[in-house]
């Protein structure tokens, strides 16, 4: 964990929160909020969407970067998450699932930053390295 601090990174907190009341959560009622700094400052946003047959459920993260890829954006510099119960703010921070760490590993190298966002002003910066350390690689 770091404690870098810039003003896009504050932005992109912001967004990530505000993008929490886009999500569809009737079932566990927890809403996700991301938002994706592409290289080349483009931002993709992202929130959960939950289905009743579990499975097909996507988390906000990887709405976020499967939005991005469709558009032909291949390349990130960081994301912002931010969770909690739907109508309350967060009350901690919220690391994605394994699944969306392994799908960032598709798509982004060592440099990449993943901010865990509580408030404005209030996240915690990991590389992708501490959260995913042993990813899955073809051989």
Not at 25 to 50: H, K, M, Q, W
Not at 72 to 78: I, K, L, P, T, V
Not at 97 to 126: A, K
Request: charged share 25%; proline share 6%.
């Amino acid at each position: 964990m770091t404690t870098e601090r810039n003003e896009i990174y504050d932005g992109l907190a912001l967004k990530a929160m505000e993008m929490r009341a886009f999500s569809y959560v009737p079932y566990s009622g927890f809403a996700v909020g991301a938002a994706l700094l592409a290289r080349d400052g483009r931002i993709f946003t992202g929130c959960n969407i939950e289905n009743k047959s579990f499975s097909p459920t996507i988390c906000a993260e990887r709405t976020a970067i499967f939005k991005a890829v469709t558009e032909g954006c291949r390349e990130f510099s960081a994301i912002a998450i931010c969770g909690a119960p739907a109508g309350e703010e967060p009350s901690d921070y919220c690391p994605p699932c394994g699944v969306c760490r392994q799908v960032m590993t598709e798509f982004c190298d060592d440099s990449f930053r993943i901010l865990l966002v509580r408030g404005p002003g209030d996240y915690r910066v990991y590389g992708l390295d501490e959260l995913m350390p042993l990813s899955f690689e073809l051989i």
